[in-house]
């Protein structure tokens, strides 16, 4: 089955300080990954789309220069939370598509938790 | 913008008993997934329906779509404690004449099921 590797799982920063997470299509290669945030006891919601070599789409509501997302290969995506505060402290979770229509795969997500 | 309603939002079950989670969507779209969240974990793919009248069937848990009513269930049978979990529906609509890539998630299902 598709892979996908999300790490850290867990993070704790400080506030002020920026902190990245990696996504990475282990056994495919995805033409688009999906970043979500998840704050307890809420559903997910959808922060951007991003494709290889373009840049990522955001979701109205979502800062673009808070939330910097990176999709220089077909295997790798980056989200880097900047100037993190406690507000952004929240489970964020991405998704890789191997080809338009059809399913996509979760990461194991991450627990950001900014201090 | 499309709706995802689930309902109920909690549910609290004895073991042994039957239920369904209803999963309403506002728009047209032929691919529906049901997911399973375990508390600080990320999505479990539990169903793929990619057209009306689709029934899946595995261990308790039976999902169906009827895409003319723009309505899924998940459908719990004799419920045993290790399903408690909170489950989500996802829709995928369509963009013009084709499917899209994007979920929009209900807000979930936290299900306890007490011995």
């Known amino acids: 089955g598709a892979v996908v590797s999300q790490h850290p799982s867990r993070v704790i920063c400080k506030s002020g300080t920026s902190v990245k997470i990696e996504c990475r299509s282990l056994d495919f290669q995805a033409t688009t990954m999906f970043w979500y945030r998840q704050f307890p006891k809420q559903s997910l919601m959808l922060m951007a789309t991003s494709n290889e070599g373009s840049k990522a789409t955001y979701e109205q509501g979502v800062e673009k220069d808070k939330f910097l997302i990176n999709h220089a290969s077909l295997t790798l995506s980056t989200l880097t939370v900047t100037s993190a505060h406690p507000e952004d402290s929240s489970f964020y979770i991405c998704s890789a598509l191997r080809d338009p229509g059809t399913e996509a795969f979760f990461g194991q997500g991450t627990r950001l938790t900014v201090v | 913008e499309l709706k995802v309603e689930q309902n109920p939002l909690f549910l609290s079950m004895q073991e042994g008993k039957n239920y369904t989670i209803y999963c309403n969507y506002s728009?047209?779209?032929?691919?529906l997934y049901w997911y399973r969240q375990d508390p600080g974990k990320s999505l479990e793919s539990l169903f793929v329906?990619?057209?009306?009248?689709a029934v899946k069937q595995e261990g308790r848990l039976m999902a169906s779509l009827d895409t003319k009513a723009r309505l899924s269930t998940l459908h719990i049978t004799a419920a045993v404690h290790d399903l408690s979990a909170t489950y989500f529906c996802?829709?995928?609509?369509?963009?013009?004449?084709?499917?899209?890539?994007?979920?929009?998630f209900g807000e979930g299902t936290q299900l306890t099921v007490n011995p």
């Open positions: 996802a829709v995928v609509p369509f963009v013009g004449e084709t499917s899209g890539s994007r979920l929009t």
């Open positions: 329906l990619l057209s009306n009248g």
């Open positions: 728009t047209t779209s032929d691919r």
